[in-house]
């Protein structure tokens, strides 16, 4: 950030020498070279005008633009650490449920143990019932699990995505010239002017 507003007062000050020596030359010139001297002072006026009212648009400006990169960078940050929480959340949630279905085996173990002190018939319909509703609490403990670990991969993508759109929107806000964006307006109005 501070080589920007260190290239920027460089260019500021560029302009202010280009004047300068433009106002110069026009008075060294006086009359000769085809223009008159009041043309060459108007257009150093002018410069000089537009210079002025750079630089005081950049002293007034850039603590504000400084602030807007600052707010900015501390909200991505927020978002990246609510993501991180979230992900530790989500897999603590994991260990519960694998600890309730490890405890729901073992439970189930038991509950053999008893059943085979019973007689056959009762045995086999016992175990039976119980592994239903082993496999059932598993699939349902793994649903919910799954369920918590789509959510928050969900949650990161769109964080993920929203950043990148407004880092992509920054970089072209920062990279398109006045002259890219005529250009691509002239395209767009020639297409449509072709169309119709």
Not at 81 to 110: F, L, M, V
Not at 135 to 150: G, T
Request: proline letters at 1%; one cysteine or more; hydrophobic letters at 45%.
């Amino acid at each position: 950030m501070k080589s920007f507003f260190q290239s920027l007062r460089f260019s500021v000050l560029l302009s202010f020498l280009f004047v300068l020596l433009t106002t110069c030359v026009v008075y060294a010139a006086g009359e000769g070279g085809g223009h008159s001297a009041s043309d060459w002072k108007d257009f150093a006026f002018k410069l000089l005008n537009f210079v002025v009212l750079l630089g005081a648009l950049i002293w007034l400006l850039a603590p504000k633009v400084k602030k807007f990169f600052i707010d900015r960078r501390s909200e991505i940050k927020e978002s990246l650490e609510g993501a991180i929480e979230q992900k530790a959340e989500a897999e603590k949630q994991y260990r519960e449920y694998s600890e309730k279905i490890d405890k729901a085996s073992a439970e189930i173990d038991g509950i053999f143990e008893m059943i085979k002190a019973q007689g056959v018939t009762e045995k086999q319909k016992i175990i039976e019932d119980a592994k239903k509703v082993a496999e059932k609490m598993k699939e349902d403990a793994k649903a919910r699990i799954d369920q918590e670990l789509k959510k928050a991969s969900v949650q990161l993508r769109q964080e993920a995505v929203q950043l990148s759109v407004q880092m992509a929107e920054e970089i072209l806000k920062r990279n398109i010239t006045v002259q890219d964006h005529e250009i691509m307006v002239k395209e767009y109005m020639d297409k449509v002017v072709n169309k119709n």
